[in-house]
């Protein structure tokens, strides 16, 4: 076999059907408002934790989305609840609570509750 000096990257596909909707199915039952965002980055602007830290509250909603457990655990653990995110936000949506419930259903998950 020839060496080309390049590797084939995997596949960066998303299999929606296959994907763990267990922290996503928590936090639509407790915090219906993750529902109403629109992505617009009110939130992600005015983050304190994000002038300090690479916290983006968007990426950890679309890792949500995605079901992707271990980066959503990484990235919440990020925020510093101040709530300026909610006082910005054009849909009312509470990321404050969102991030308290997602840190909540980590925590069941963990324990095998949820």
Do not use: Q
């Amino acid at each position: 076999m020839t060496d080309f000096g390049f590797t084939i990257n995997k596949p960066r596909v998303i299999d929606y059907d296959n994907t763990d909707k267990r922290v996503l199915k928590y936090l639509l039952a407790h915090e219906p408002s993750f529902n109403s965002c629109i992505f617009c980055g009110s939130c992600t602007a005015t983050c304190s934790a994000g002038n300090f830290t690479d916290f983006n509250i968007r990426k950890l909603k679309i890792f949500i989305r995605r079901g992707l457990t271990e980066e959503i655990a990484s990235e919440a653990e990020k925020c510093m609840l101040c709530g300026k995110c909610f006082l910005v936000c054009p849909r009312g949506v509470n990321n404050r609570n969102i991030i308290l419930k997602v840190r909540e259903a980590l925590t069941k998950i963990e324990s095998h509750e949820l």
